[in-house]
């Protein structure tokens, strides 16, 4: 007695699976919750396994087979009714396996039917006359002498000698599961050669395309740089006399004033597009890039004019409001960092700072700064994003009150908001660090300066200030 097992319910809505690969073949015994086969679904991968414990004795899906839930896919029993699978290349020459006493009678149909001559020609041309052992084999063909009408020979034949029609169909039907793989590895399905029944493409083809296509593109990627072995290791130096008044600028700095840092992400994509836009034309004009700095530097700016307590300086037990917003750029030197100050940044464009934070940043590595031109400063503005930092928390150098770091601008995914709700898109984003002394600038007015900044570089609106 045989019982038959049935393509079971993989999930709520799922009403169909893929049959990706047999784990028994008809006459294996098999074992109660034993797999038996691996089922494909768009919601799931999983094994089949046994309700009960037998032999295979027929295998009624192929492999990459698509069927409904319920269909059933194997009859197991005591395997005396054992059938090969439907995607056995040849099931009529091994299904029918009776005893051998038509071997007698098989030449003389052969003779006297030459219709199907061809057939045995194809199947066993000389073993039929030569050696009686393959009797199995002639038995095929001899029920053809018998009954022609049906013409059964050809059939096998068919598929063999024009394969082209049920591959069309198969080849164009893509199972759920594989194509969203293949849409989240990034596989173009019309390039993958399907190695599937009738040239269907199956998950195994997809990973494999996939797997081509990440050891293609590895070359692409640029050798990691080694680094070199600096000549200062294991040595001993004296401070320059920079980094002696660095030192303690920074010590008598951090000792004699109270800091902390407050923190924004800004979305700088509009600013991205627009220096885009203009950049080629402002390097033209100007003959200088056009980088983000100057984009940073005339937001602050503006936001200094609103905020003037980021811009103040305290004076015993007086705060002090500059007239005018002086602006040190820190610039990053082999003999140290300095801050050569932009003087009324106020009243700047971005032409004008752009030009300015160029020459002095050339004269400042060339040693050829004025004294006057490293002091005055009422705020300081440091690029540390030049260097690859997302961020970090700048010492605020006495006498000014605050510092604004700006890190690099990087593309990422982001939650962005609209009137249609809110969707995930790659986005330009910038953190700004403000260090500040608290004992004059409260969080409160860090977080309303930049909040200014964020707002006018996520406006975006330049092209009045551009210069050019």
Known sequence: MSESVNLPALGESVTEGTVTRWLKKVGDRVEVDEPLLEVSTDKVDTEIPSPVAGVI?????????????????????????????????????????????????????????????????????????????????VEAPAPVAEAPAPAPAPAPAAPAAAPSAPSADAAGYVTPLVRKLAHESGVDLSAVTGTGVGGRIRKQDVLAATSASVSTAAPVAAPAKALEVSPLRGTTVAMSRLRKVIAERAVISMQSSAQLTSVVEVDVTLVAHYR??????????????????????????????????????????????????????????????????IRDAAKLDLAGFAAQIADLAERTRDNKLKPDELAGGTFTLTN????????????????????????????????????????IAIRSMVYLALSYDHRIVDGADAARFLVAVKDRLEGGDFAAKLGI
């Open 57 to 137: 004795e027929a295998i009624l899906v192929a492999e990459d087979e698509t069927v409904e839930v319920g269909t059933t896919l194997v009859t197991i029993g005591d395997g005396s009714g054992a059938t090969e699978a439907p995607a056995a290349p040849a099931p009529v020459a091994e299904a029918p396996a009776p005893a051998p006493e038509p071997v007698a009678e098989a030449p003389a149909p052969v003779v006297e039917a030459p219709a199907p001559a061809p057939v045995v020609e194809a199947q066993a041309p000389a073993p039929v006359v030569e050696a009686p052992a393959p009797a199995p084999v």
């Open 384 to 423: 540390t994003g030049s260097r690859g930092a997302l961020f970090d928390t700048p010492i605020v150098f006495l006498p000014q009150s605050a510092i604004l770091g700006t890190g690099i601008v990087t593309k990422k995914p982001v939650v962005v908001s609209d009137a249609g709700g809110d969707a």
């Open 276 to 341: 885009d836009q203009v950049k080629a034309a402002f390097q033209q004009k100007t003959g200088v890039k056009l980088s983000f700095l100057p984009f940073f530097a005339l937001a602050a700016a503006e936001a200094l004019t609103a905020y003037p307590i980021i811009n103040a300086t305290i004076d015993g037990d007086s705060i002090v409001y500059p007239a005018q917003e002086n602006i040190s750029i820190a610039v990053d030197t082999e003999r140290g960092l300095l801050t050569p100050v």
